[in-house]
């Protein structure tokens, strides 16, 4: 009856501990996990980011871009204008076939959120979703493990007088194997 028993409770840690974010973290965890103000971060302070529980392989280098409606990389933003904030995971390992990834957007002054991000609606095709953990802060992430290493986001800036804003992103490139070791 013991062994039931600890057998029950170790696995019951084992969900509560360790929860898979196939999903997305804030969907899942409902963490912010960027490297951004604010994010959780690790007992050391520092930012607690996807490599924090995924190891083993090279790790991806992640970019995000802010593109106009022309097509242009853009490093200042309109007020009001929609742009795609692009986050793309350059990964050289082909061991490496799933890609997820969280973003947001802060107002540099304060470290507010921006929440100029839309909502996909059909996230099957965007390849994305948004997602509001407790603190109020929402993200943009994967849904589910993306075959495709780019996420493109609408973003709508925010109004004139907002001042200078920072977007921050984390991405993951993953073998599939169901597990952190990877």
């Given at each position: ?26 969907s899942?965890a ?41 097509g242009?990389t ?5 007020p ?10 350059d ?13 947001i ?5 304060d ?21 509001t ?47 952190t070791s990877?």
């Amino acid at each position: 009856k013991f062994r039931l028993i600890y057998l029950l409770f170790a696995g019951t840690l084992c969900f509560l501990v360790l929860p898979g974010n196939k999903n997305g973290r804030a969907s899942e965890a409902k963490k912010g996990n960027t490297g951004a103000p604010g994010d959780e971060t690790n007992l050391n302070g520092t930012p607690r980011i996807c490599s924090y529980c995924h190891f083993g392989a090279a790790g991806p280098v992640t970019y995000i871009y802010l593109i106009d409606e022309s097509g242009d990389t853009v490093t200042q933003y309109l007020p009001g204008r929609k742009y795609k904030a692009q986050v793309f995971i350059d990964n050289s390992n082909p061991n490496l076939t799933g890609y997820g990834f969280q973003m947001i957007a802060l107002r540099n002054a304060d470290s507010t959120d921006i929440k100029g991000f839309s909502d996909p609606g059909n996230n099957t095709v965007n390849n994305y979703k948004l997602a509001t953990i407790p603190n109020g802060r929402t993200y943009a992430e994967h849904d589910n493990i993306s075959s495709s290493k780019q996420f493109d986001v609408v973003w709508t800036a925010p109004t004139a007088g907002t001042g200078a804003v920072t977007f921050y992103a984390a991405g993951n490139a993953v073998n599939r194997n169901g597990s952190t070791s990877g």
